[in-house]
């Protein structure tokens, strides 16, 4: 089944943007993991909000029917868990600081041709690159 690999990155795809092009319409805001999961937790002061729980709960749930039923990703941690909680507390705050993370500025903002968004997605890209350019060529791999 090798010639049909493209169909799940595709499928995928397709079901992120009509999520988030019926987030729009239906509730009339953006779609971004990070707010989202922060209205799942209550963390925007306006209460817990079902919808964001929802959206959360369907992100893990896809992803375990993926696992179980597709195919089994093989995860190996090559840091120390240290490092990766230290990444981890980063990207969180450069979503609170950026006002969004990588799908709401990428993925909704992009398509809104918001310039905030593309200045967000272009640093976004642009830090990504130069950490694995540093991790790989610099530093070999901690």
Same mark, same amino acid.
């Given at each position: 089944?090798?010639?049909?690999?493209?169909?799940?990155? $595709?499928?995928?795809?397709?079901?992120?943007?009509?999520?988030?092009?019926?987030?729009?319409?239906?509730?009339?805001?953006?779609?971004?993991?990070?707010?989202?999961?922060?209205?799942?937790?209550?963390?925007?002061?306006?209460?817990?909000?079902?919808?964001?729980?929802?959206?959360?709960?369907?992100?893990?749930?896809?992803?375990?029917?993926?696992?179980?039923?597709?195919?089994?990703?093989?995860?190996?941690?090559?840091?120390?868990?240290?490092?990766?909680?230290?990444?981890? $507390? $980063?990207? @969180?705050?450069?979503?609170?600081? @950026?006002?969004?993370?990588?799908?709401?500025?990428?993925?909704?903002?992009?398509?809104?041709?918001?310039?905030?968004?593309?200045?967000?997605?272009?640093?976004?890209?642009?830090?990504?690159?130069?950490?694995?350019?540093?991790?790989?060529?610099?530093?070999?791999?901690?």
């Amino acid at each position: 089944m090798s010639h049909l690999n493209y169909i799940w990155p $595709l499928s995928g795809g397709l079901l992120i943007g009509l999520s988030a092009a019926l987030y729009l319409l239906l509730d009339g805001r953006i779609a971004g993991i990070s707010g989202l999961t922060a209205s799942a937790f209550g963390w925007t002061g306006a209460g817990i909000s079902p919808l964001g729980i929802g959206f959360i709960g369907g992100i893990v749930g896809g992803a375990a029917i993926a696992f179980t039923y597709i195919r089994h990703a093989e995860l190996t941690i090559v840091s120390s868990p240290m490092l990766l909680i230290a990444g981890g $507390l $980063l990207v @969180g705050f450069g979503t609170r600081l @950026g006002s969004g993370c990588t799908s709401g500025h990428g993925v909704c903002g992009l398509a809104r041709l918001s310039p905030r968004s593309l200045v967000a997605t272009a640093t976004f890209m642009a830090v990504a690159a130069a950490t694995v350019y540093v991790m790989r060529h610099l530093i070999g791999g901690l």
